[in-house]
């Protein structure tokens, strides 16, 4: 099993964590499902027809590595849909989505099941559970994002 650089959510992004002034390693699907969510491209989504000539706010990656690939590119579409979505029944469905949208490109690699609920007026619980075809190891990722500051405010691996 190969390990990443462990993120851990402090309220202002996604930070690497320290632990007696050395970094901690964790399982790399964690990182991923979290990068792909919370990648920071939610200004705009890559749709492949944008002119050279106009100022381009999705992430310069996708069309430099993945301009032939759209199912590769980082859209960050569940980041974007939780700072505009009203949080109910039809919204927590759209977060969902965003969710597996964003998770698509695991499934060649793992079998990725999403659970989205909201716990209060502002604050959604996404769970994440990631099952390795190779190995049938499984990962679960809980994410609590907070629309009052517009941030996750609990990420953990359970």
Request: proline share 1%; hydrophobic share 40%.
């Amino acid at each position: 099993m190969t390990k990443d650089l462990q993120l851990s959510e402090f309220g202002s992004g996604g930070d690497v964590t320290l632990a007696a002034n050395d970094l901690i390693l964790t399982e790399e699907l964690l990182q991923m499902a979290y990068l792909a969510m919370f990648g920071g491209n939610k200004e705009a989504s890559t749709k492949g027809n944008e002119l050279e000539s106009e100022e381009r706010l999705d992430w310069w990656g996708n069309s430099l590595l993945w301009s032939q690939t759209p199912q590769k590119q980082m859209n960050s579409y569940t980041e974007q849909i939780l700072e505009t979505v009203v949080l109910n029944s039809a919204g927590r469905l759209e977060i969902k989505r965003a969710v597996e949208k964003d998770l698509e490109f695991l499934s060649n690699i793992a079998e990725v099941t999403v659970e989205v609920s909201i716990l209060t007026t502002d604050r959604v619980e996404i769970a994440v559970g990631l099952k390795r075809l190779s190995n049938l190891e499984e990962k679960n990722l809980q994410l609590i994002f907070d629309n009052a500051v517009n941030a996750v405010i609990i990420e953990k691996e359970i």
